[in-house]
């Protein structure tokens, strides 16, 4: 019997992750407050926690839940029972058009939640939030995880999150930022944020900032699952469509990236048997239905084509690195910054050796955003080494080994310096 009861509270986690955003998503649009809409699911939760352990989870699990929820809203905005505010707006709100809302409640059970979605989407990215407010937001409202979820994925206490979760909702209903569809000119920038938080999700999936983890599979796999969603929600973005390109591409070499003892393994090291040939093809897709959008290739789907030239190449030997080089130089032209800077340095040194790559380095020292930036003294000393110049080499990672947080990364930095150390007494 509990056995039974595991199941089936497996089985309800399950759902939720799958059903809650579109449910949060459907509720916003008619109660037009997130916060009272995430409120509305959580009940619906609540009591689907409480009945389906008897009775077994419907057979259409999302539709049994805004129906659910809908009930739900119905009675609150009858009765007026909550003193909040914003409730007795709704409440009033109710009273003038009590019969259009609960006709538009039902109608949202059966309605196509597309559109609905890329709202719930575009409100949890709105650049009114910081990104910390909007990374948390996305987590608990698109991606369905709990607060403690995401205070884990984080290395922040709970508190922290509940914190910004509950001041991201106060920003969004202060500055009346609606639920709806930004006209033409505004979505294209809209979107933008959208795939920036995305992509900070991922990263910290794909190599995280602190802790005892290199890699966190499960950041990863929910800004793929995400990105996956905004694809489908807005086919004529090639950015879009550049972005998945890019995680699915690296999502393949997750596997890869970690040793039997949990430690990094680099890309050059790599056991390419190990990467994922199905999210390989399924990120070549996508880049190619980028490039077919025509126009110049964004950011995203530059960094797409340059992981494309890795995911090609069965040895490091036979990475096209030439065009790496190039397609950094494109990168550098779209997105300028000192870290596409610092990656294409790396790829004109694997094209036409480490000493040109160094003095594309060099000329980084003294850039502000670099000073802390514990990659910059990292790929010094690899080039360093690479020329021999193994004292200089060992500093170099020791300093990079200072200024990252993980764990993980700080020991392989370590172990690398005492093989420069080594070889610079020989």
Not at 33 to 42: I, R, T, Y
Not at 60 to 70: D, E, R, S, V
Request: proline residues 4%; aromatic residues 4%; negative net charge.
């Amino acid at each position: 019997m509990q056995g039974s009861s595991t199941r089936e509270y497996r089985a309800i986690e399950a759902v939720w992750r799958i059903e809650s955003a579109a449910l949060i998503a459907g509720l916003t649009r008619i109660v037009r407050d997130v916060g009272v809409a995430e409120e509305l699911a959580q009940d619906a939760l609540v009591i689907a926690l409480e009945q389906w352990p008897e009775s077994g989870v419907p057979d259409n699990p999302g539709a049994w839940l805004m129906a659910t929820a809908k009930h739900r809203a119905i009675d609150l905005l009858r009765r007026g029972t909550r003193l909040e505010h914003k409730h007795e707006e709704l409440a009033r709100e109710f009273e003038v058009r009590g019969d259009a809302v609960e006709a538009e409640l039902e109608r949202s059970i059966e309605e196509e939640v597309g559109d609905d979605l890329l709202c719930l989407m575009l409100m949890c990215c709105h650049p009114v939030l910081s990104a910390e407010a909007r990374v948390a937001l996305t987590l608990r409202l698109l991606g369905g995880l709990s607060t403690g979820e995401i205070a884990r994925a984080f290395l922040a206490s709970e508190s922290t999150i509940a914190q910004r979760i509950v001041r991201a909702r106060r920003t969004l209903t202060e500055a009346r930022v609606p639920f709806a569809l930004p006209d033409t000119r505004e979505l294209g920038p809209r979107l933008q944020s959208v795939l920036e938080v995305l992509y900070l999700i991922f990263n910290e999936g794909y190599s995280a900032s602190a802790g005892e983890d290199w890699v966190r599979a499960d950041l990863c796999e929910e800004a793929l699952r995400l990105g996956r969603i905004l694809a489908e929600l807005s086919p004529q973005e090639s950015e879009v469509h550049g972005l998945v390109a890019l995680m699915e591409i690296q999502a393949s070499r997750l596997r890869a990236r970690v040793g039997a003892r949990g430690e990094p393994v680099l890309l050059l090291e790599q056991d390419r048997t190990r990467w994922d040939r199905l999210l390989i093809a399924r990120g070549l897709a996508a880049l190619a239905r980028a490039e077919e959008l025509g126009g110049t290739l964004g950011p995203y789907a530059l960094q797409a084509a340059i992981a494309a030239c890795h995911a090609r190449a069965a040895t490091p030997q036979g990475t096209d690195w030439m065009r790496v080089a190039a397609l950094y130089e494109a990168l550098a032209q779209v997105a300028p910054s000192p870290v596409v800077e610092l990656n294409r340095a790396v790829a004109i040194a694997s094209a036409f050796g480490p000493a040109a790559g160094l003095e594309l380095l060099d000329a980084l020292v003294e850039q502000s955003s670099l000073k802390a930036y514990h990659l910059l003294p990292s790929v010094r000393g690899d080039l360093l080494a690479r020329l021999g110049r193994f004292q200089e080499a060992q500093s170099e990672l020791q300093r990079a080994a200072s200024l990252t947080d993980n764990v993980r990364e700080q020991r392989l930095l370590l172990d690398r310096a005492m093989v420069c150390a080594w070889e610079a007494g020989r």
